[in-house]
């Protein structure tokens, strides 16, 4: 299956972003603090709001009221659905190739 242009790829910055508003609302900052302490993966200031202006226009977050100069973001119930989505095909991908190495490895 190709991937379409507005689906969010595994390496997507998109993807982690989602990853990390699943646990609830939060700033750009706390994005990127939770994004390092997850997996390693530092996301400069360009990348994750041009990623957050992308998600926001497709309806997979929300921008919340500013608080102290803030602008938190959340995911929505489309947000949620497709990272489910690419968790699960995750899951899958993982399974396969994990089985696979254990077929071949002596």
């Given at each position: 299956m190709a991937r379409r242009k507005d689906d969010v790829a595994w390496s997507d910055p998109a993807l982690l972003?989602?990853?990390?508003l699943v646990?609830?609302?939060?700033h750009g900052y706390a994005i990127v603090q939770?994004?390092?302490d997850a997996v390693g993966i530092t996301l400069g200031p360009g990348t994750l709001y041009a990623a957050l202006a992308r998600l926001e226009q497709r309806g997979h977050v929300r921008a919340l009221p500013e608080e102290d100069r803030r602008r938190p973001y959340?995911?929505?119930?489309a947000g949620s659905a497709l990272l489910?989505?690419?968790?699960?095909?995750m899951r899958a991908f993982a399974v396969r190739g994990l089985t696979q190495l254990r077929t071949v490895q002596p």
């Open positions: 972003i989602l990853g990390s646990s609830g609302p939060k939770d994004t390092e959340e995911i929505t119930a489910a989505q690419r968790l699960e095909a």
